[in-house]
């Protein structure tokens, strides 16, 4: 899963892609380098992150889904939001996955997306962007992201979703360590009866090992994405898709060797 963020102010690649040309030339260069879904955002989630309104995160992002619906081959585009009415307008232009990293906040997202007949990505985070980072007190930090993940998955399906994948939400309300040790423990929500969806890259969990900028995570993120894959995650949400599908294959070759 490529990232491309129609946002001023994400934490990794805020304003580089906010006009609607420079992303969908962008995603193609994504797809061109392997990507097999291509997730569009218009609001940042980045700690401390201020809310933008639904028609901002619409005007951003609709020109960039039309632009590219039917002109990427067979990846598939996924709408990265958590309003359900969003997710209405994406799917309809041309969004097939709607990724919610906030686990169903809107309580109009679930019959929403069921409606559409969209898949739907589950993901951990407590609070909001703004009180996440405040949020972090758990006695087993995978045991606990592991049964609020099971919740989500029951009320996706009772609400008619067909297909469910599940984020433990890297660095959404967990501390470095946190996130550390869930990579390490991946393979422990394997059983969750979902595909499992892991978005690592750049994250400030690598700054906190590293001690480098998000523009300098590159080797650290291509570390993480490996164990990932290695834990169990079927989908890894990347910036840099070249180099982390290479570090992928040769994951593979090795692996089945």
Partial sequence: MGVVNVTPDSFSDGAEFLDAPSAIAYARTLVEEGADI????????????????????????????????????????????????????????????????????????????????????????RGTPETMATLTDYEDVVHEVKDELSRGIAQAREAGIIEVYVDPGIGFAKTADQSCEILRRLSELADLGAPLLVGPSRKSFIG??????????????????????????????????????????????IHDA
């Fill in 38 to 125: 291509i997730d569009i955002g218009g609001e940042s989630t980045r700690p401390g992150a201020q809310p933008v309104s639904a028609e901002e995160e619409m005007a951003r992002v609709l020109p960039v889904i039309e632009g590219l619906a039917g002109q990427i081959g067979g990846a598939l585009i996924s709408i990265d939001t958590w309003k359900a009415s969003v997710a209405r307008r994406a799917v309809d232009a041309g969004a097939r996955i709607v990724n919610d990293v906030t686990g169903g906040r809107d309580p109009e997202m679930l019959g929403t997306v069921a409606g559409l007949g969209a898949g739907y990505v589950h993901m951990h985070m």
């Fill in 208 to 253: 906190h090992i590293t001690g480098l900028p998000a523009d300098q995570r590159l080797e650290g993120t291509i570390a993480a994405v490996v164990i990932s894959v290695l834990g169990g995650a079927s989908i890894v949400r990347v910036h840099d898709v070249a180099s982390a599908r290479q570090a992928l294959i040769v994951t593979e070759a």
